[in-house]
């Protein structure tokens, strides 16, 4: 319902608007369409009273594309310098299989199909990759300004302290005795990133803002290798059309985690979580 109906009428008396709005895993469903994904946001941001927060989970496209770039590389490679007469369509490791519907080397904003399968499980998820550029303009259409998107790895990184005791009781496949990631569950979490979004409260000082960035009237065609969207500003700006100048480069800082750090203090977790 979220996806396309419009919520501010049908949800009216339910108590809205609110604090929060969390979406674990359904983000990358409305990546079909730029119609979808915009309608899911315009809905996302009516629910949310100003200074309200929109965060979740979603497949991190940005390490996903970068794998599946290696396969491309290593096809070319293979065929001598030349064009391979076949694209590889399929990202393996022992924990997982990504299967494109769609053999290509250009990452489109919207409708960029996949399956993904575990290896222990029977049925394959199908999702569409979420252009993070195309999510942060489309947010701020919506009145949602951009604070943070980070992997899944870094922001477990970065609140071990929280989380390390929780994964140790889980079981011993999944960190160290020092509550380190181990490799095949680095590997499977970062497949995954946090993302986080703020309508803006006009009373609040100074309000949070996505960066401004310089206005294209006519864009190139924009591909997306590995995670360096992360440092390119003017991609945030890109036309409907799905095309996009070269890039800018900014340099971030190394301690840094996820685009703009680590995000607001206030959402981070002060003390260890406790599960006894």
């Known amino acids: 319902m979220i996806l396309q109906e419009n919520l501010g009428f049908l949800l009216q008396d339910k108590g809205l608007p609110a604090d929060i709005v969390c979406c674990l895993q359904h983000l990358q469903l409305c990546f079909e369409t730029e119609e979808r994904a915009r309608s899911f946001l315009y809905n996302v941001s009516s629910m949310l009273r100003p200074g309200g927060y929109f965060f979740g989970i979603t497949p991190d496209s940005s390490t996903i594309w970068a794998k599946y770039q290696k396969n491309v590389e290593a096809s070319h490679n293979k065929a001598g310098g030349m064009r391979p007469n076949q694209v590889p369509n399929c990202i393996r490791s ?16 919207f409708g960029k199909k996949y399956q993904l399968k575990y290896a222990n499980d029977l049925a394959c998820e199908s999702h569409c990759l979420v252009h993070f550029p195309s999510l942060i303009r489309l947010s701020r259409e919506a009145g949602l300004e951009f604070v943070e998107i980070q992997n899944l790895t870094e922001f477990y990184d970065d609140n071990r302290a929280q989380f390390a005791g929780m994964l140790l009781n889980a079981g011993p496949t999944f960190v160290d005795n020092r509550g380190r990631l181990l490799p095949r569950s680095l590997d499977v979490l970062g497949l995954y990133t946090t993302f986080i979004f703020q309508k803006p409260d006009p009373d609040a000082i100074p309000p949070i803002m996505t960066p401004a960035l310089e206005d294209r009237s006519r864009l190139q065609e924009e591909e997306l290798h590995g995670s360096s969207w992360r440092h390119q500003v003017s991609a945030m700006d890109e036309e409907r059309n799905g095309h996009a100048e070269p890039p800018t480069i900014v340099i971030i800082p190394d301690q840094s985690k996820g ?10 977790f002060p003390e260890p979580l406790r599960f006894d």
């Open 94 to 109: 022992e924990s997982y299989m990504i299967t494109f519907e769609v053999e290509e080397e250009k990452f489109p904003l």
């Open 259 to 268: 685009i703009l750090g680590p995000g607001p203090p206030e959402l981070r």
